[in-house]
Structure formats: structure tokens, C-alpha cells
């Protein structure tokens, strides 16, 4: 008889109550209104995020990453294991509960990944971080990564989302570096939204990492030079 499933935490957010649950020592639940947002044992797409866009700056001098949405830790631990010691990791998380779990009981999964040298956790929307990152004047960021529990949608505000729509892909563009990569995490793939990216000036490649099973969505669009 497989075992019940604990709540270690929960706290109240604006789109409401988050937990995280275990069960037995390393099996994690991270749960928004009874609705899963991550299992830390169905991971390929959010490892497969975080590897791939950092692989593809790896050669820089000193790659700056941006990742939005720091979950369980999983694609920070990919890119961290992607990049050389010289580079750089800023880590945008909305809510300070879910670092506080990846310092605490989810730490043993990433190796306490939030604590590498190379990173910066910053308590902030991460469309506010993109859009400092696209002023004049400003560094700007080799590869930015969103990992968020929605990716885009058929639903998707095609205008005005803030991390999806047209103008908010504008704004990445002008984040990244010469040649930076954007990569995005879906549940499933979005035409229009393949569409909004070319038109915002990058190339795209779409993946569906692993075989058979649930096989989420990976984007990978780079700032065509």
C-alpha cells in the first residue's frame, strides 16, 4: 500500500493556498488548490529546461542566466550543471516560501542549489526583472528561462500577457545578449504563441523531452542576429 501523502507546509498566495507535501524521504508534491504544479519525480521537462538553453552559452565568457520561477529547484540544479564556475545565476521566485523549502526539506533533491555561488535569488515578478534588464544602460542577460506552473496557452492574452504576449516578448528580446536564448516551459505546444516569437525576432525549436508518457513542452527561441 503505497503511502499517504504529508503536508509539510502551506501558506496563502494571491491565486491561493500552496503546500508542499512529501511522502516517504524523497518523494515531493508542490500543490496550489488540491492542483499539482510539480513532482519531484516527474522531472525530464523541467531538467530538459534548464540544461538545454544554458548548454547553448556555455561558451561565453561569463554567461549570465536569468531563471523565473524557482519550484523545487530542478532547473536551476540542471543549469548550474550546465554552466562553468564563471558564470552567473539570477534566480526571480515571487514567493520567499518556496525558497525557504528549497533550503529546507527539498534541499537534498538539488543539492541545496540555492546556495551555489553562482546564484542570486531575488524576491520579485520576474517580468520586473526582464524589463530592468531591457533599459539602456543595462547588463543584460545571455539566456532567460521561465519555468512558471502555466506556460502559454490557447487562452494566452496574446498582446498583453506578461511573459507570453507580444509585447512582453519585445521586451525579452531586448534582455537578452546578442544570439541569447529564451526558453520557455509549456504543458503543451501553442502555434500562436511559435508565431509571437518569430515575429519578436527570434528562431524557435520546440521539444518534447523523453518518450511515451506525459511529455511536456520546452521552447527554445534565440535571438536571431
Known amino acids: 500500500m503505497a503511502q499517504p501523502w504529508e503536508t509539510l ?6 491565486d491561493g ?24 519525480s516527474a522531472n525530464r521537462s523541467e531538467i530538459a529546461l534548464g ?8 561558451g561565453r565568457k561569463r554567461p549570465r542566466v536569468l531563471i523565473g520561477g524557482l519550484g523545487m529547484g530542478l532547473t536551476l540544479r540542471a543549469a548550474l550543471d550546465s554552466l562553468p564556475p564563471t558564470a552567473e545565476v539570477v534566480v526571480a521566485e515571487i514567493n520567499p516560501i518556496v525558497v525557504k523549502w528549497c533550503r529546507g526539506p527539498l534541499a537534498g533533491l538539488t543539492g541545496c542549489a ?3 555561488l ?19 544602460g543595462a547588463e543584460r542577460f545571455d539566456a532567460i528561462v521561465i519555468d512558471l506552473y502555466e506556460g502559454p496557452h490557447s487562452s494566452t492574452d496574446a498582446k498583453n500577457d506578461p ?30 504563441f511559435e508565431k509571437r516569437l518569430t515575429a519578436a525576432g527570434f528562431s524557435v525549436d520546440r521539444q518534447r523531452p523523453g518518450r511515451g508518457g506525459l511529455r511536456h513542452v520546452v521552447y527554445l527561441a534565440r535571438v536571431r542576429k
Do not use: H
Open 114 to 116: 540555492v546556495d551555489d
Open 163 to 192: 511573459f507570453y504576449g507580444s509585447q512582453a516578448l519585445k521586451v525579452t528580446v531586448s534582455a537578452l545578449s546578442q544570439g541569447g536564448v529564451f526558453a520557455v516551459w509549456g504543458e503543451n505546444s501553442d502555434a500562436a
Open 17 to 40: 493556498v500552496l503546500e508542499l507535501r512529501r511522502r516517504g524521504e524523497q518523494d515531493f508534491l508542490i500543490v496550489i488548490n488540491g492542483r499539482v504544479l510539480m513532482n519531484s
Open 51 to 58: 540544461e538545454s538553453p544554458c548548454l547553448g552559452v556555455v
Open 118 to 136: 553562482r546564484v542570486t535569488v531575488v524576491i520579485d515578478d520576474v517580468s520586473s526583472v526582464i524589463a530592468k534588464a531591457a533599459k539602456a
Open 9 to 14: 507546509d502551506r501558506v496563502n498566495t494571491a
